[in-house]
């Protein structure tokens, strides 16, 4: 069987790698360099604590190989259990979040529901005024990116990947409703299945191919910032569910700030700023303040950058054969990095199998979008 992958970030890679392994022919193809999109941009988030079923199922298959990443790919990817820690003041939010605790711990997440006065104690720097509940997962952390990435890519190659960066797919062909291969700006690639791993570009991709999907590009940003009181190492990822503020210690004593704050338009993937907006970056400080002595007036903006994320509606992936022959792995809405490991196998089961069986993927079909059947992940940062 032969499977043209396009885009070349984590999801892409992950996708090439475990088909190869089944014994696919693969040809990878992405426009520019391997993990540019929105990998390298990332956060590195691996977590369980979601509001769906769905989207815990997928952390949970993704946490078996990112907790023996270091072993499978000989790649250390800097993997850090710091925990994440979501806290609130909405009496409403905490009752949502006590019954996620218990759905995530009946499918064996190891999250607890605390109080504010104990998820102190895993955050020593949070104020904890105005807060009524917190949720906490020791499990949880974070990860490299960029090595995660380099591990997939390498395994890719030795898997007998054809990965071709700097080559960008103009066109998909079909033959009557069913996808027959690519046309890239080197030529033409015949394929027996098409995998749209694009990410932000994943609607651009899929309209070559006939085929509407509702996933938006959206621009992220991330600020690195030197804190007015000292982060250890081992504060958990920690996240206000109120406001969206979110932050976890850096190297050398920094701090990753982060947020959504305001309007939320779509974007040119190929024509948006990658340049952190010292406005926004402030605004995310300020927010940090209102919950954490971390900051203040006294912390320091280092720098940041800007990425983006494939959004769709319900913040849930499309993970699915949308057409003959063409099988989408995109829209993860900010939850693509940690999400991939369990996302290049069920591409792989969808291609070898028709169906998956790792999980239950039927929730995530884009035909939720029109049946009204769509599920909302509220722990979105």
């Known amino acids: 069987m032969k499977v043209t992958v396009v885009g070349g970030g984590i999801v892409g890679l992950s996708s090439a790698y475990y088909l190869a392994r089944g014994g696919a022919d693969v040809t990878l193809c992405e426009k520019g360099s391997l993990g540019m999109g929105s990998t390298a941009r990332s956060a590195g988030g691996i977590r369980t604590q979601f509001s769906t079923e769905?989207?815990?199922?997928?952390?949970?298959r993704s946490l078996e190989v990112w907790d023996s990443f270091h072993e499978q790919f000989d790649v250390d990817i800097a993997h850090r259990r710091n925990g994440y820690l979501f806290v609130t003041g909405d009496e409403e939010t905490a009752d949502r979040c006590r019954t996620d605790v218990e759905m995530q711990n009946e499918l064996g997440a190891e999250s607890r529901f605390i109080t504010p006065a104990e998820a102190e104690e895993h955050c020593p720097g949070l104020e904890t005024d105005g807060l009524v509940a917190a949720t906490y997962n020791g499990q949880d952390g974070f990860a490299d990116p960029n090595l995660a990435m380099q591990g997939y890519a390498g395994e890719a190659r030795e898997e007998g990947v054809d990965i071709r960066t700097k080559t960008a797919v103009t066109d998909v062909q079909t033959d009557g409703d069913e996808v027959t291969g690519v046309v890239t700006d080197e030529g033409?690639?015949?394929?027996?299945?098409?995998?749209?791993a694009a990410g932000a570009w994943s609607q651009a991709l899929?309209?070559?191919?006939?085929?509407?999907?509702?996933?938006?590009?959206?621009?992220?940003?991330?600020?690195?910032?030197?804190?007015?009181?000292?982060?250890?190492?081992?504060?958990?990822?920690?996240?206000?569910?109120?406001?969206?503020?979110?932050?976890?210690?850096?190297?050398?004593?920094?701090?990753?700030?982060?947020?959504?704050?305001?309007?939320?338009?779509?974007?040119?993937?190929?024509?948006?700023?990658?340049?952190?907006?010292?406005?926004w970056a402030a605004t995310a400080v300020e927010h940090a303040a209102e919950y954490t002595?971390?900051?203040?007036?006294?912390?320091?903006?280092?720098?940041?950058?800007?990425?983006?994320?494939?959004?769709?509606?319900?913040?849930?992936?499309?993970?699915?054969?949308?057409?003959?022959?063409?099988?989408?792995?995109?829209?993860?809405?900010?939850?693509?990095f940690q999400h991939a490991p369990a996302t290049g196998k069920l591409v792989a089961e969808l291609c070898f199998d028709g169906e998956a069986s790792?999980?239950?993927?039927?929730?995530?079909?884009?035909?939720?979008?029109?049946?009204?059947?769509?599920?909302?992940?509220?722990?979105?940062?």
């Open 188 to 196: 033409r690639i015949d394929a027996d299945i098409v995998v749209n």
């Open 293 to 336: 002595a971390y900051f203040g007036d006294d912390a320091r903006i280092r720098r940041g950058w800007a990425g983006l994320y494939a959004v769709t509606p319900d913040h849930h992936p499309i993970i699915e054969e949308t057409a003959p022959g063409f099988v989408t792995a995109a829209g993860f809405s900010g939850h693509g």
């Open 54 to 60: 769905i989207n815990v199922e997928l952390s949970l």
């Open 206 to 279: 899929a309209d070559l191919a006939d085929v509407d999907l509702p996933i938006s590009p959206r621009r992220r940003q991330l600020a690195v910032v030197d804190p007015q009181r000292s982060l250890s190492d081992d504060v958990p990822l920690t996240i206000n569910l109120d406001t969206g503020s979110y932050f976890r210690p850096e190297r050398d004593g920094a701090a990753l700030v982060g947020g959504h704050f305001g309007d939320d338009p779509d974007v040119d993937p190929d024509r948006y700023s990658d340049s952190l907006d010292i406005e």
């Open 358 to 381: 790792l999980a239950d993927i039927s929730c995530l079909s884009s035909s939720r979008f029109e049946d009204g059947t769509g599920m909302i992940e509220h722990n979105v940062a």
